[in-house]
DNA sequence: ACTTATTTTTAGGCAAAACTAAATATTTTT
DNA sequence: AAAAATATTTAGTTTTGCCTAAAAATAAGT
C-alpha cells in the first residue's frame, strides 16, 4: 500500500527527471511546495520501500517501481482530465486541481474501464500524451516551442509546457488551441517578442508566452 | 475545510441516526470499525466546528450545517455509483469501495454537472434515492421489507437494506433486481423462509434475505 | 438497592507527514 | 584555495487520527 503523499512525490520525481538525471531535494521541495526538510524524510522513505535510488546530497531517480507508479498516477490523471472536458463539459483551464484529486482514487478496473469509455484518447485536454494500460508513451509527432521556430515554418499548436489556469485562459481567448495551424511571422528584436499567423489574422506574442506553446514540427 | 476522515463520520451519525435519536458512541465505533475511544475523539472536535450535537454519555446527533455535510457526501457517493453502473458498466455489487473514495472528491461544480452528464437521477443502483442539488430526498414510495410482506400481495422491488457484494450478488444470481415484481406466495412456518413468485417461477428465500430487501407497496 | 455488566470517557502513546532551526555538505565566487 | 553562498540534512516539534489500558458513568440483573 502507498499514500497519497508518497504518489504526489513519485509523480514530482517523474516530473523533474528530464532523461539525464533524476531531481534535486530543492527542486523537489519548490515543486511541491514544501520544505526542504520534508522532502528528506520522503526520500528516505520512498528509498525504503524501493521506488526510488537516494544518495544523500545526490539527490532522487526512480527505480523500475517506482517510475511505474509515477507514470499510473500521470495515467489517471490524464484521462479523468479527458472525462472532466469531454463528458463534462469543463474548460480546459478548469480541470487541473479535480484531476489532482481524482489521480489517487485506487482501482485498476476503474482507470481501464474510464480509459475505454473515453475511446482510449491518446493526448490529454492540454496535448499531454497519456500512457496505455501498459505504462507506455508513445508519441511519435516531433515537437518543439513555438519560441524556438524558424520564421514561416508551418506548425500546429499541439501542448503547453504550463498548464495553469492564466495562460490557458490566455490562449483560449486569442484562440490559440490545441489543432490550430499557426506560423511565426516575425520576431521583434526588441523584447523576443513574436508577430504570428493564426485563423487568418495576424498577432502578437510575448517571448514568455511563445516558450510556454508546444507546436508539431514533423 | 474538513478532512475526509471527519466526513466518514458525519455520514456515519447520519446513517445511524433514525428519525428518532442521533447515535451511540458504540454504534459509530462498530459501523466505522474503530474503536469507541478514538470516536470520542472526535466527536469533541466535530461539536467545536459546530457540525454535531454531543453530549457526554448521550451520543451525537447532526446540527444544520453537520446535515448538510453528511447529506452532500451521500449525493456524491450514490451519484457516482450511479456513473460506475450506468457509464462504466461495472455491476451493482462492485462499486461501493469506489464510490468510498470518489465521495470525497471537493467540487461543487463537478458533482452537478456529474448529476447533470446522468440525466438527474432519483435514485442509484442499489435503490437508494440520491438526494438533488439542494439536498433534499423526495421518495414519494411506500416501503416495506420483503419480510413484512402479506401473502400474495404484488410488490415491486426498490432497494436492499445492506448493499454487501455477498447479497447483491445472491440477489443478482436468482434474478431478484430492481423493478422485478414479486409477490410472496408462502411463509414457511418453521424457519419463515418464504416461497416467493417472481419472473413466473417460483423460489424459496431465507427469512435474512427477505429482511434485507426493499419493496414497493403502493 | 446493590452488584455486575456494558458503555463511554480519560489519559497517554504512536505513526505519518508536515514544520522550524541549527548543523553540515557542497558549490560558487573571488 | 579560502571565504561566501547555497543546498541539504539532522534534530526536535506539531497536528491529525488512530490506538491501548484504565477509570468513570450508565444500564441491567437479581
Do not use: C
Request: hydrophobic content about 35%; cysteine-free.
Amino acid at each position: 500500500m502507498r499514500t497519497s503523499s508518497e504518489e504526489d512525490y513519485l509523480k514530482a520525481i517523474y516530473a523533474l527527471s528530464n532523461n539525464n538525471e533524476g531531481a534535486s531535494t530543492n527542486a523537489l521541495a519548490n515543486h511541491l511546495s514544501m520544505k526542504a526538510s520534508s522532502i528528506t524524510d520522503m526520500l528516505k522513505k520512498l528509498s525504503d520501500k524501493g521506488w526510488v535510488h537516494y544518495e544523500k546530497y545526490k539527490g532522487a531517480s526512480l527505480n523500475i517501481d517506482g517510475k511505474a507508479i509515477a507514470l499510473s498516477i500521470v495515467r489517471k490523471h490524464r484521462l479523468w482530465e479527458t472525462f472532466l472536458v469531454n463528458k463534462l463539459n469543463f474548460k480546459w483551464d478548469e480541470v487541473h486541481e479535480i484531476a489532482e484529486q481524482l489521480e489517487h482514487i485506487k482501482s485498476n478496473e476503474l482507470v481501464d474501464r474510464l480509459d475505454d469509455f473515453l475511446g482510449n484518447p491518446k493526448f490529454d485536454p492540454h496535448g499531454d500524451p497519456i500512457p496505455n494500460k501498459d505504462y507506455e508513451i508513445t508519441d511519435s509527432r516531433k515537437r518543439s516551442y513555438l519560441s524556438e521556430v524558424k520564421i514561416n515554418r508551418e506548425v500546429i499548436i499541439i501542448g503547453v509546457k504550463d498548464s495553469s489556469a492564466q495562460l490557458l485562459q490566455y490562449l483560449e481567448k486569442e484562440n490559440m488551441i490545441l489543432g490550430k495551424h499557426i506560423s511565426v511571422v516575425e520576431i521583434h528584436d526588441f523584447d523576443k517578442s513574436l508577430r504570428i499567423a493564426i485563423n487568418g489574422k495576424e498577432l502578437n506574442i510575448s517571448e514568455r508566452v511563445a516558450q510556454n506553446v508546444l507546436v508539431q514540427t514533423n
